[in-house]
Structure formats: C-alpha cells, structure tokens
C-alpha cells in the first residue's frame, strides 16, 4: 500500500504524461517491493515556478536564465 | 499541537463540508490525545482528479469507468 | 481514496491510540464526503519533540517550561 | 541536500516575497548546516483560507472575527 | 527537478531495493519529462505498521489477518 | 499560521542546530509576511541516507564518493 507523491513544477505536463507517471511510479513499487497495485496511491502536485526554489533562486529565474544556455533543470 | 493533512480529489467539496472536515479532525486529536486545539492545524489538499492515481489509472479514468458501475472510490 | 497523514509528538502514544486516530480520521471521511474506507490511507509520523517548533521554540523547552505552569500544547 | 516546504494561507504573497523565502530558507541552512545552496529545494505551498484551520476553525472565519479585533495569525 | 516521496511501510525493504526505487523513480521523470536526474530528489519514508492504515485498520492487524488468507496489501 | 517543514539527511545535526533551524525558519515568516510567530510550526524530519537519492544515487553513495573529492552536497 505505498503511497508515491511526485512533485514537478507546473510547466505543461499533459494528461497523457501524467497517466505516464501513474502507471510508472505504479509499476516501480509492484517490481520492486511486491506491493499491490491496487492499494498503491500516486499523486501529482504541480508547482508554479515562482514557488519552487534551488540554490536560492526560484525556478522563474532559472528558466530566463536558461533560455541564454544550454543547462537543463 | 498536532498538524493534520487531508488530502481529496477536487470533485465539489463544499465550505461547509471542509469546515466539518477541520472540526472533525481537530475534535479527534482532542479525544484520542487530549491535545490542545488551539495549536491544531489542518490542511486541506484538493487535488485534479488527473494528478491523483490508484491502482495505476487516474481518478478521471476511474470516475468514467464507475458510471457504469456501482464502485465507490 | 482520501489520504489523511497525522504528524503528532513522539511523547507515548500508545498503539491503542493510534489505531483510534485510524478509525476516526477514516470515519470522519465517510461521514462528511461520503468516501469509501476501503481507500482511505491514514499515515501517522511521530516526530522527536526536539525536531518541532512552534512560536520560535522546541517542544523539549515547552514541555520542561509547561511544567511549572499549566500551559497545554 | 536539504528540502524545505514552506506552506502559507493564500492571501497575496508577492514573487519578491516568495523570492525572499526561498533566499532565506536556502541561507538559513548553509549558515546553520553547512549546506550546499545548488542542491537545496524550497518549495511554497499557497493553501485556499478555506482549506487550513487552527483551533477547529477555518482561517477564512478567523480572518473575519480578526478584522474586530488586534489577533494576528 | 523533481521531488518524488516514496512512502512504504517499514517492513524489511533492504539498501539494494531502496537503490532501485530511487534510479527507478528518477529515470522514470527522466523517460516522461525529459527532467535533469542531477537535481531529481528522492526520499523513501519506512512507516511503523502500527501508524499506517487503510480501510479504518492499521497494517499491523492487516497482516495478521493476511497470514490466514491470500491478500496481497 | 505557516507551517515549515525542513527534511534534512540524518548525519548528526545537534540539539542546538536544531533549534537554530527553528529559530531562523521562524523569524523568516515573521520578516518577509509579517506571520505571527506563536502560531508558525517548524518540523524537521531527518531522514537516513540508504533513503535519500540524488542524481539517481543515495546519499550513501555520494558520501563515500565525495571523500576523494570536494564535491559538497
């Protein structure tokens, strides 16, 4: 009965991708562990970027930022 | 000084359904632990039925599916 | 499918206790929005009392300072 | 590596404000752990006044019965 | 830079199985959202049996129970 | 009424630390909101390092790595 939450910032993930992540972190817990799918919770909590920091800048900032580079995040 | 996180599915819960929900909860901690309210927090999470999955398949899915059934999720 | 997660002190509740919390927080969701127990997850975190603050303080220094008074927290 | 979840009532928190936050929490633990910044998360949840209750009440009724009086929450 | 919570019960998951939930969940934000594992965070909670639920019971008794029959949990 | 909660890895972080944390986390709510802090929670959750992933490795791992090296974390 695991219980899986997933975080990401909020940037126009599909449907499609989110099913994708379900059935992903899913399946990670039944290969792994043995557990029951049927009693294993995923949820998806989406982030607006002004609300997500790393290394003391938010995410709004990294992505300007990035649009002049070449780094991933 | 308890601190009590629900989470549900955003499917309508009313004002007045989440303030039983926090009455509720903080009568609990009361009972159970004789914890002082006043320093009771709870929060409500409401979250997309797309975000939220069960057994591998999201709520929106198994919504659609229980129409034609008498599932109770 | 609620997911409820109580974080109380590390200060002895008993295993009886907890099982009451349990029942009632999964109830408490039956009775208000009108869930189904069988998904219902209720997750208990017990956390040191050195490791929670509250107005600035460690419960450790609020319990010793509640002794000689009659503060409840 | 630390990961910090701030969670406030939403009640006009501005991006300088929420940037604030994040530089702090950041700084706070390099000062006090010696953290590493690149690797530090902070995340800010904005919850509904609906959703978050203190003594059993919703902050949406306390913030009312507040405007009456000098409490501040 | 996602942040992923894995949250089991504390039941004997070893290193090795802890090492694949976290390359599984982080390659799993890799293959859908194309994500940077280097600032992919994973965090595996162990929970007491006695302080998990589901369906108003604590695993603890869940699993009692389950020696006398064949539910998989 | 702001709840803050700092998950750091289990690597000997003392009693003082701690409150440290508590303290700093605290006064940032009251600097940058103007929060109230008799009703500001600090929880600090402490985390092993087999638990904890980054980049796709436990922080196990990263620990022995980086004594050949510099690299922080």
């Not at 940037?11 to 992540?21: N, P």
């Not at 009693?39 to 930022?65: C, M, P, S, Y």
Request: charged share 20%.
């Amino acid at each position: 009965m695991p219980f899986v939450n997933i975080r990401i910032t909020r940037e126009g993930a599909t449907a499609e991708q989110k099913k994708q992540l379900i059935e992903g972190a899913t399946q990670l817990l039944v290969d792994v562990l043995g557990k029951n799918p049927a009693t294993t919770f995923v949820i998806i909590d989406e982030v607006e970027t002004d609300n997500w920091g790393i290394g003391g800048q938010n995410v709004t900032e990294l992505r300007a930022a990035a649009k002049n580079s070449s780094t991933l995040v």
